[in-house]
């Protein structure tokens, strides 16, 4: 069943594989298991207080069809409660276009049909812009909705160039993602090893999602563009059973460095695996390996780059700031990807106020132009060619012992052209 409902406040604790999510009574008295809001066209209350925006204004709708109980929940929820945060200080401040901003959320749990009926039900109710789920594949049923309405459609952390012309066409022109491009990721990842003089390097290519593999292929391409060398290549598909032989493999190469991206349960045991034969040879992963949940203890030599650091010490006051204020509304983030949802939406009011309004096509105009726009984490850019953000700076944190620390905040000098 669809859960609906007005989003000022998401309040449930989120793992990265499992999330608990509380339920509250939202302003039509219905009882939801993911959120709670109170809101009117003229005044949103949060945990803060009271924001009032004026009267006469008619609310911009921005409709998220999404997964708030659900294993794409710790992806989405988080992201979705960091742009309602920003969504609240925007509204305080005058709105966007003279207009407030308002966030509605239908809680599709990961299933196609209910992805398409959501779309299609935010269209109908007015929505200007469509909120789509971290994973383009997933998305797809609602993303397709959002392009044959015309209406700008934009997804908080999906992390491949899929989100846009490349997948679906002229019509993808309205379509844009503020995770972080994949090809970017993977060439800082490589960047990163190179600076540390790991000049062999294996690689460990998860088929499961695409994501993973556009990482692992961004790697191997800016790698041996800077004169590094991949000595070992190994394929595997998460859940196949072949994890075991994967990291055995690894564990007797004769190699400075393994980059991979994974998750779910073949993240730990590629670790575990590995560092069981013991080997110590510095590990390095994307966004995927972001958090505490599955660290084996006393883990050591590992890296991984991320929107943000959520363990205390990462760079940036804003974030540090927006890290409080979600754990103050009853979640903070396990991982960094909250800074899509609040990237997406201060790239909105901009694009809004530019503009004077919520035309699709010229909403586009100006995220195709972007260029390092002041996003929480640092600088972030879009372009033509490119519809999911690059030039992010990444935040590369290295466990030691079980526990994270930013290590270097890093740029890729570009983002690593795997085809």
Not at 182 to 206: C, K, L, S, T, V
Request: charged share 20%; hydrophobic share 45%; proline share 4%.
């Amino acid at each position: 069943m669809r859960k609906r409902s007005r989003l000022t406040l998401l309040i449930g604790v989120f793992a990265l594989v499992v999330a608990a999510c509380g339920g509250a009574e939202t302003a039509e008295t219905t009882t939801t298991t993911s959120a709670t809001t109170t809101t009117t066209k003229a005044t949103t209350t949060t945990t803060g207080g009271e924001t009032t925006a004026p009267a006469e204004a008619e609310p911009i709708l921005i409709g998220a069809t999404i997964d708030l109980t659900s294993f794409m929940s710790p992806f989405d929820a988080p992201a979705s409660l960091a742009a309602q945060i920003l969504i609240d200080e925007i509204n305080a401040a005058g709105g966007a276009a003279g207009r407030p901003l308002a966030f509605e959320a239908i809680d599709t749990q990961v299933d196609a049909e209910q992805y398409k009926a959501g779309a299609i039900e935010h269209i109908q109710n007015g929505a200007s812009i469509l909120w789509v789920t971290c994973d383009v594949d997933f998305s797809t049923p609602a993303i397709q909705e959002g392009l044959n309405a015309g209406i700008l459609t934009v997804a908080p952390c999906i992390g491949t160039d899929q989100m846009g012309p490349k997948r679906f066409g002229e019509a993808g022109r309205i379509a844009f993602s503020f995770g972080n491009m994949a090809q970017d990721e993977g060439a800082a990842m490589a960047e990163f090893a190179i600076d540390q003089g790991w000049m062999r390097a294996a690689i460990a290519r998860d088929n499961l999602i695409v994501y993973f593999q556009n990482v692992v292929d961004a790697f191997k391409v800016r790698y041996e563009e800077l004169g590094g060398e991949i000595v070992l290549e190994e394929n595997w598909t998460n859940g196949d059973g072949t994890i075991g032989n994967v990291a055995t493999s690894l564990a007797n190469a004769d190699i400075d460095v393994v980059a991979f991206s994974t998750g779910f349960d073949d993240l730990p045991g590629l670790v575990t695996g590995v560092r069981s034969l013991g080997s110590e040879v510095p590990m390095i992963c994307s966004w995927a390996c972001d958090g505490a949940f599955w660290v084996p203890e006393g883990l050591n030599e590992f890296y991984y780059v991320t929107y943000a650091s959520v363990f205390g010490d990462d760079p940036s006051a804003e974030i540090n700031d927006l890290i409080a204020k979600m754990e103050a509304a009853g979640s903070k983030p396990t991982t960094g990807g909250f800074v899509g949802g609040a990237d997406a939406v201060k790239v909105l009011a901009a694009a809004i106020d530019a503009t004077g309004g919520t035309d699709a096509q010229a909403l586009a105009d100006f995220l195709e132009n972007m260029t390092d726009f002041p996003g929480v984490a640092g600088p972030i850019s879009l372009s033509a060619e490119n519809h999911t953000v690059f030039g992010r700076p990444y935040r590369v944190i290295k466990i030691t012992d079980g526990k994270h620390a930013v290590v270097d905040v890093r740029s890729a000098t570009s983002p690593a052209d795997i085809g």
